[in-house]
């Protein structure tokens, strides 16, 4: 399958799985709106775009993770949200437009964010072609990425080290939580879809956190190189916040040396499993390879 057309045509499924989600008959309208607003502003989806490559690296049908791809993008969506309030990183710009707190106000903001985190275990829990056990597991797993022990907990190390010269390592564990985790769970969520062995899973989550890692580097540099147009946001933002970043704590060059050598890691880890990871092997990638 080629690489643009799957992105563009899985992308376009989980806008229409979100947006009617979204515009079911209301309550809120404001709310509503607000929640719309952060997931149709224009993400790449990378997260849902890893899980359905994940479920044709087994040969099965991409149909049965819409709704859990859908889920982890409204999670994601809802810390993207959060992440821009003046209490965290205080950005006035996410994807080239006002972040949710400058469209809307604080408070709506923090409501859209608590919304699409807890209607993203609604998406999955009512998700037909998903047998019971697959959905617990799912749901768990999911919560268990995103809480205190996965995103959530990343995010306060994250805050709590802000202007601290820190180790490489402690560098290294602040992301595998606050970004790693939810960039693991699609890869894993394919697995559990898939019904595959615990050994399998394994070798899938030791592939998702190498290119979580890759993500993350990569995400540092582009802080540093990007361009404000292109990324949507302000470039310069971990100086500004005085942060240790992979490019403060190894340079340029040695940033994107580790970028390659977890992409290779990555992909190396799925060559164990049986199935043709072309297309995830493509989306690692692009991963590396983006510009914002
Ligand atoms: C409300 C569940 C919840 C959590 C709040 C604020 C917070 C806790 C966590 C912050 C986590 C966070 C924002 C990590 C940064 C991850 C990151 C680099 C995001 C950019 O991801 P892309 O490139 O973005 O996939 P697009 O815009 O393409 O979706």
Redesign the pocket.
């Known amino acids: 399958m080629d690489l643009r057309n799957y992105m563009h045509d899985y992308k376009n499924k989980v806008d229409t799985i979100g947006l009617a989600f979204l515009n079911q008959q209301g309550l809120a309208k404001r709310l509503q709106d607000s929640m719309i607003y952060s997931f149709a502003a224009g993400?790449?989806r990378?997260r849902p775009l890893l899980l359905f490559a994940t479920l044709e690296l087994f040969g099965v049908d991409k149909e049965k993770g819409l709704k859990t791809a859908c889920a982890v993008e409204f999670?994601?969506t809802?810390?993207?949200i959060?992440?821009d309030l003046p209490c965290?990183d205080d950005d006035d710009f996410r994807?080239g437009k006002p972040s949710n707190h400058r469209m809307f106000d604080e408070a709506t903001a923090i409501l859209a964010?608590d919304a699409l985190?807890l209607n993203s275990f609604e998406l999955i829990s009512t998700d037909e072609t998903l047998v019971d056990n697959q959905k617990v597991k799912l749901i768990s797993l999911l919560s268990k990425f995103?809480g205190a022990y996965g995103?959530?907990g990343g995010?306060q190390l994250d805050i709590e080290n802000e202007g601290k010269q820190i180790t490489l390592d402690e560098l290294r564990l602040i992301n595998a939580y606050?970004?790693g985790k939810l960039i693991a769970f699609p890869i894993l969520a394919g697995g559990i879809i898939a019904n595959r062995s615990e050994k399998e899973l394994s070798i899938l989550e030791q592939s998702a956190k190498a290119i979580g890692l890759a993500f993350q580097i990569q995400?540092d540099i582009l802080d540093v190189i990007g361009n404000e147009e292109t990324l949507g946001k302000k470039v310069h933002s971990d100086e500004k916040n005085h942060k240790s970043t992979y490019v403060t704590l190894l340079g340029l060059e040695e940033a994107h040396r580790q970028v390659e050598g977890c992409f290779k890691e990555a992909c190396l880890l799925l060559d164990q499993l049986e199935g043709d990871g072309t297309l995830l092997k493509g989306l690692y990638q692009l991963i590396i390879q983006r510009n914002h």
């Open positions: 993400g790449k990378l999670i994601h809802s810390s993207l959060h992440d965290m994807r964010g985190l995103s995103m959530v995010q606050k970004t995400d």
